[in-house]
Structure formats: structure tokens, C-alpha cells
């Protein structure tokens, strides 16, 4: 079984920046897309920002230009570089690998990013 870990989070003024990083428990092939979900209180989980194996990227419209995925394929960490941090990027911040090979998603146990005035 393969487990995640997200690390990096924490508290940061408004305008400050913070890297997320996720690394694989053990090498796992077939991940075809590594992604970045976030979770506010009271809503619904959403998407921060995917990128797949080829190095495509696709990012939600309140991040862009502010955030940055990227990806290791050598030992199967995922980064999130986020710039520019607002009140409204506070959540909890969860990284997934999607593999269509073995029709599943892997998910961390998330990090809290906490974005102060």
C-alpha cells in the first residue's frame, strides 16, 4: 500500500510564500497524474492544481500565476510552490497520485496552510 506525505504547510502573513511537498512511501509506477486538492472549512474539497506525467499542467483560475506544480518523476515527489498567499487560500491542502493503469487514487493525509493578515 502505497501512503503519501504531505509536509510544509503552516501559518504565513498574507503576500508570503509557502512550498508543499509530497513524497511517495515507496516508488509506485502507473501514476499517470499527480494533483494538489484543497478543503476550506465548510466547503466542498477542490482542485489547487494537477500536472501528469509528461509535465502538462492545469491549475485552478484563483491560483494561477500565483502557484507553481511540479513533479520529480525520479522517486515520485510532488511540489507545490504558492506565492502571493491570500486570507482565501487558507485550507487544508492534500496531494493525490492518479494512476488509470490501476483505475485508483492515492490520497495524504493533508497539511494545513493558514494564511494570517
Known amino acids: 500500500q502505497v501512503q503519501l506525505v504531505e509536509s510544509g504547510g503552516g501559518l504565513v502573513q498574507a503576500g508570503g510564500s509557502l512550498r508543499l511537498s509530497c513524497v511517495a512511501s515507496?516508488?509506485?509506477?502507473?501514476?499517470?497524474?499527480m494533483g494538489w486538492y484543497r478543503q476550506a472549512p465548510g466547503k466542498q474539497r477542490e482542485l489547487v492544481a494537477t500536472i501528469t506525467s509528461g509535465g502538462s499542467t492545469n491549475y485552478a483560475d484563483s491560483v494561477k500565476g500565483r502557484f507553481t506544480i511540479s513533479r520529480d518523476n525520479a522517486d515520485n515527489t510532488l511540489y507545490l510552490q504558492m506565492n502571493s498567499l491570500k486570507l482565501e487560500d487558507t485550507a487544508v491542502y492534500y496531494c493525490?497520485?492518479?494512476?488509470?493503469?490501476?483505475?485508483?487514487?492515492?490520497w495524504g493525509q493533508g497539511t494545513q496552510v493558514t494564511v494570517s493578515s
Open positions: 493525490n497520485f492518479h494512476s488509470s493503469h490501476w483505475g485508483r487514487d492515492y
Open positions: 515507496r516508488y509506485t509506477f502507473n501514476i499517470d497524474r
